[in-house]
């Protein structure tokens, strides 16, 4: 099977095959959108279709080939160059971000407003020219964003940083610690906010941007909670991540979702009522 069979069989869709780099490219799914990827370097490869694989899909070919000395080389050269050039990107990416985060204003975002939020409460995000910009850090350094139009279409800076970047949001009264929890979405996180600060219940909220993510970053604390997207990959991540978790009932929902439909008392009773919360005091 060659590669383009490989992709096509996991569901991308590929009109001509770029090499040496990351590509999105739309899925059978969703023919109308990127929904997929693929790298290929002319011997491995792979790909990833966004609604159902939480990881890259590697392709082994399984031809035997044999590399001369001056071959072997000559791609040792190649990964060495590749690996300077995506070093160069993320460090522009991190830039890029900087001067995003530094020219906007904090506003009151069409997308937040589909979302269930108002100027009330804090409740305003960065926005340049039109566009949410969530920053996304590693080791508080700022590495790139997540920039979302007013439709609530989501994109990051090319070639930034996104394995380990993360947002997190602190509570800052009452002196006591607050628990770490982990989630998928922006949005997400805002509601969990806001239903912890009506409670008056401290946190720790940590905006991983991708189900995928939830595992890395969960992995680097002890203890924590994890508010799952109740979709097959989200549910999945959190049981993977060994710490515990919380879906909502319904298929489909996020906390946001949960939040918007109960109502922000409603669904913080709830979620209290689970026990979760108070497993850390």
Known sequence: MNFESFAEQHGLIIDSLI???????????????????????????AVQNW???????????TEIYKLTVEEMRQREQKKKANAEKKKQKQIAASKRAKQFV??????LHPYLVAKGFSNHNGERGYVNNDLLVVPMSVNNDLVGCQLIDAEGNKRFLSGQITKGA??????????????????????TAMSIRRVLKKFKIPY????????????????????????????PVGLKIARKTGKLYWNSPVEGEDFNDFEIRLGWKVAGEQLIATGLLGAFD
């Open 19 to 45: 090499q040496d780099r990351w590509v999105r490219v739309p899925t059978t799914d969703h023919p109308h959108k990127k929904n997929g990827s693929y790298i290929w370097d002319g011997y491995t490869g």
């Open 51 to 61: 609604a159902v694989h939480e990881r890259p899909i590697i392709f082994r070919n």
């Open 102 to 107: 530094k020219h906007s204003k904090k506003e």
């Open 166 to 187: 993360q947002l997190i949001m602190q509570s800052k009264e009452g002196g006591k610690q607050g628990i770490h929890i982990f989630c998928e979405g922006y949005a």
């Open 204 to 231: 720790e909220i940590h905006v991983c941007f991708s189900a995928a993510n939830i595992e890395e970053i969960a992995s680097y604390y002890k203890e924590g909670l994890v508010i799952a997207d109740n979709d």
